[in-house]
């Protein structure tokens, strides 16, 4: 037993950190939400280059993975950074072309994914167990679509469809399109590859909260109000201290769905993050005042990224009922045994 | 990182689960803060250490298994599932204990901790006092020195289970001239029923007698009941408030059992087409799951050699305002039953309302965890 990062996990993370904080991700966020992919696509390159892409994807088409916990790290950093584009999407089409060539079918992975894997393409994607807009449709090199049970190329997709978060860009895929497979297993790869959606939006959505914590505990140190520090106020303290124990008890629950993959561990894990961002934002929203209320700060990129990312991918009341429609859990064993294992 | 236990952490589940199976009382015994039920409680504590189960992280020495964190966990997790009974050695377990094997002496720890492992000698903790509560460090009882010991005076308060318990552990002023309030304490083992202490008991709110404060005149405690150096009180008692906030006080293997059971309660009586008591439901299981996890995460950073620090403040507002969600749920779900005062689910909400208030308020530690987690300023206190 060893529920802790190891020490290569903490390092990639800490070499993701290091490496997004020197890119000004902010002015790419707001430039990519203007219609400026440039600045973006620099980014992606990045974390193409850092092996981001190569997680979901395996060895056989030219990933590393699958390997969960190193994408929740990776994710979280990409949440940190408010990294614009469909990274989430892109990871779970490439557990949508996984999945199909886990059942046999493994055209489509061999076409796509090698591509997707090394950052060389993107993709963004709907599933019957999503919402009906396609992330970032417009930059995508593949808009895939999944209806009943059909996988296929969609051939465009209508107007911009504004999202709350402006550097959300949301379209709805035109029908019809290359059919790529039909049968039971796309509705079984589909499945699995929802799972890897809100997995990833978990650990983006940590990631968000950490942020705009982390922003807000600075910024409530220096401003100063009736003569002292703001963060010496003890109504200010224990909203940031509620703030600090919902981000840190959604943690354990995302890596313990990394480990075990399953329905109802990741439900719980993204139902606990987006309800622990958002709540992140209402108290980093309330702590900076009017000034938190502006476009002009850079805190407003994360603010109106966490009530989308809280939704999408699952909405907390679906979380819900995939927790309770999960196996009934042996209250005893290591928890959730059969996803477990033993060692 | 990975969550798999070992053979050996597994054969280990077994053999508690069988003996478990085997031993746990098919009816539950009377509540443990009554007379009769602290004289059943005691009497399962001793059958618990008869076969080794009572304290099984300790070394065998003293009656335990030297057992590590996780086969700790493993045990609580098959402890309440089985539906064993509630603790009432927890004091001495779960407070007392953790600061001897830090701070006492090999003869203290020979003389105090079998008879503690075994439920003969059960023990209460006496910090609290009327004027002295999250000020734990304003306390005014005090111990005077006289030959070959110490002699107590003043007042305890809001002591759990001193009504029955035995033996007594607290802090008290030896040096009132020290220059600041932390300074000049002592930390003491004392009898409950030795010349010159009075105990009156308190209802508590559920109407359970076993709550008592103590009245202390001129109390005699020899030498060899000083824990550490004279003086050094409040360091120690600190010590070890870390593992009550932080671990041991509420395990999660107990939030994992009450999950599971308020989960079988919601499939037989829930109404589906409640769908807003469907979800408090399910985020009692998430929490009962992110419970565990995060004390799993925690037991992987001990056992890699770091100790328990203000991040146990964390766990504690956790599992404070967790358990009376858990329990207003089964409440709610219960309908015009809830009411009735006699179900586990009403007791147990009863007593998770007192969660935010001892172990340190929710208000301290919201506090602990602002300053030294966050690193706000630090405000007056
Ligand atoms: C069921 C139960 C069992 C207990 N068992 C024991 C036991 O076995 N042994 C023992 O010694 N004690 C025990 N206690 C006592 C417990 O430790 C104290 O109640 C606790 O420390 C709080 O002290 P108080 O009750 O005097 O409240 P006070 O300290 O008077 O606080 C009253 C209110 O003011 C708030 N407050 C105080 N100071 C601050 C501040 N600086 N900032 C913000 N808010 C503040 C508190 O949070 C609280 O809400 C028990 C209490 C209960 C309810």
Known sequence: ?343 | MDLLHTFEEDAFRDEARAWLAEHVPARPLPSLETREGFAAHRAWEARLHADRWSVVSWPREYGGRGVDIFKWLVFEEEYFAAGAPGRVSQNGINLLAPTLFDHATAEQRARVLPPMASGEVIWAQAWSEPESGSDLASLRSRAVRTDGGWLLSGQKTWSSRAAFADRAFGIFRTDPKAPKPHQGLTYLMFDLRADGVTIRPIGRLDGKPAFAEIFLDEVFVPDEDVVGEPGQGWRIAMSTTGNERGLTLRSPGRFLAAAQRLVQLWRTSGDPADTALRDRVADAVVGARAYQLFTYANASRFAAGSVIGAEASLNKVFWSDYDIALHETALDLLGADGELAQGEWAEGHVFSLAGPIYAGTNEIQRDIIAERLLGLPKGRR
């Open chain 1, 1 to 343: 037993m060893r529920f802790l990062l190891t020490e290569e996990q903490a390092a990639f993370g800490r070499s993701l950190e290091a490496m997004l904080t020197a890119a000004d991700t902010p002015s790419a966020v707001r430039a990519w939400a203007a219609g400026n992919a440039v600045p973006g696509n620099a980014l992606w390159e990045r974390l193409a280059g850092a092996g981001v892409f190569a997680l979901a994807v395996p060895e056989t088409y030219g990933g590393m993975g699958p390997l969960p916990v190193e994408l929740a790290v990776a994710c979280v950093a990409v949440g940190r950074h408010a990294v614009p584009g469909p990274v989430v999407e892109t990871v779970a089409a490439a557990a949508l072309l996984a999945g199909l060539a886990g059942q046999g079918e493994d055209g489509p992975a061999k076409r796509l994914l090698p591509a997707l894997s090394s950052g060389g393409a993107r993709a963004t994607l709907t599933l019957p167990d999503g919402g009906p807009y396609a992330l970032d449709a417009d930059t995508a090199t593949y808009l895939l679509t999944v209806r009943g049970d059909e996988l296929r190329l969609a051939p465009g997709y209508g107007a911009l469809h504004a999202s709350a978060d402006p550097a959300r860009r949301l379209y709805r895929p035109e029908a019809g399109g290359e059919l790529l497979a039909s049968g039971p297993a796309v509705v079984t790869a589909a499945g699995y590859a929802a799972d890897w959606a809100a997995f990833a939006t978990a650990a983006q959505a940590l990631g968000t909260g950490l942020a705009l914590l982390d922003r807000t505990v600075a910024y409530v140190k220096q401003r100063t109000q009736f003569g002292t520090a703001v963060g010496g106020f003890q109504a200010v303290k224990h909203r940031l201290a509620d703030t600090l124990i919902g981000l840190e008890f959604a943690r354990p629950l995302l890596f313990g769905a990394a480990l075990s993959m399953t329905t109802a561990d990741v439900a719980a894990a993204k139902l606990t993050a987006g309800e622990a961002a958002y709540a992140a934002a209402r108290t980093a929203l309330q702590l900076h005042g009017a000034v938190g209320y502006t476009e002009e700060l850079d805190l407003s990129l994360w603010l109106r990224k966490a009530r989308p990312l809280r939704d999408a991918w699952g909405t907390p009341s679906h979380c819900r009922s995939r927790v309770l429609a999960g196996p009934v859990r042996d209250a005893s064993p290591g928890g959730w045994r059969g996803a477990l294992g033993r060692g």
